[in-house]
């Protein structure tokens, strides 16, 4: 099942973008009480890098994801693992069985889904003391490098909004009426990546590249321009990892 968001053009850049923080990702477990061996759904999987959080964590993992590239990456990226299978599938209709996971996750997916149906869908397939969780990455915009970088941005496109990627979920989550208590977790972490990773990075956000439109290009060379100014090969990247968990209601 495909949806409305292709990232077929995005998926090698995909690769090289910033881990979740191990912080954010152990408070969660802890908090969850998951253990070694229990199952569950990674939705949207895209290249794995959630997916391979919680592999390490000994779980065994259906990985979904409905873009063939992405998929095709996540599956090369976790191939010693032989807990995990990567199928196509999509948050809305993920044509699981109905209680079947101890957890389900969105790494940086959640807000490209229809999130009410996704939470729906969520809730039938995990098990009655099943958790959700949904995470994404920001960057620090009160970094130097950061600021610049918003700052060109929103001098090209006034009404530039990040869209619900960086929205607190806990409304969106209770709204579905399915879901106890929503706790949120942040963790820190770094991310180094050379200047022609970043350039890509850059040229690869598909937020930026719907709200921009035809001024794409144009904010790329500028953003492109000022990191050549920077004269360094590398850059040492802040982010936060936002999470967000609840426990599914009993019945």
Not at 103 to 124: I, M, P, Y
Not at 153 to 180: A, H, M, P, W
Request: aromatic share 8%.
């Amino acid at each position: 099942m495909k949806t409305q968001w292709d990232y077929t053009d995005l998926a090698d850049a995909y690769i090289k973008r910033p881990d979740y923080s191990g912080e954010a990702i152990n408070e969660l477990f802890n908090l969850m009480g998951i253990t070694q061996g229990q199952f569950a759904c990674d939705i949207g999987a895209g290249v794995g890098h959630l997916t391979r959080h919680l592999l390490k964590k000994g779980l065994n993992v259906v990985a979904l994801e409905p873009n063939d590239a992405m998929r095709r990456h996540g599956i090369e990226r976790t191939a010693q693992f032989e807990e995990v299978t990567w199928l196509e599938a999509a948050a809305e209709n993920t044509n699981q069985d109905s209680d079947a996971f101890r957890l389900v996750t969105f790494g940086s997916s959640f807000n490209v889904t229809d999130q009410q149906v996704a939470l729906k869908e969520t809730s039938r397939i995990l098990k009655p003391d099943g958790w959700f969780a949904c995470m994404w990455n920001h960057r620090n915009l009160d970094d130097a490098i950061q600021a610049q970088i918003e700052h060109i941005i929103k001098n090209r496109i006034n009404d530039y909004d990040y869209g619900s990627r960086r929205v607190e979920q806990t409304s969106i989550i209770d709204e579905s009426d399915l879901f106890k208590q929503v706790h949120k977790i942040e963790g820190q972490v770094k991310h180094t990546q050379s200047l022609l990773d970043c350039k890509k990075a850059w040229r690869s956000h598909a937020t930026l590249q719907r709200q921009a439109g035809d001024h794409f290009e144009n904010v790329i060379q500028e953003i492109d321009c000022y990191l050549d100014s920077l004269q360094v090969e590398s850059i040492t990247i802040p982010y936060t990892t936002r999470a967000w968990i609840a426990q599914k209601k009993s019945c």
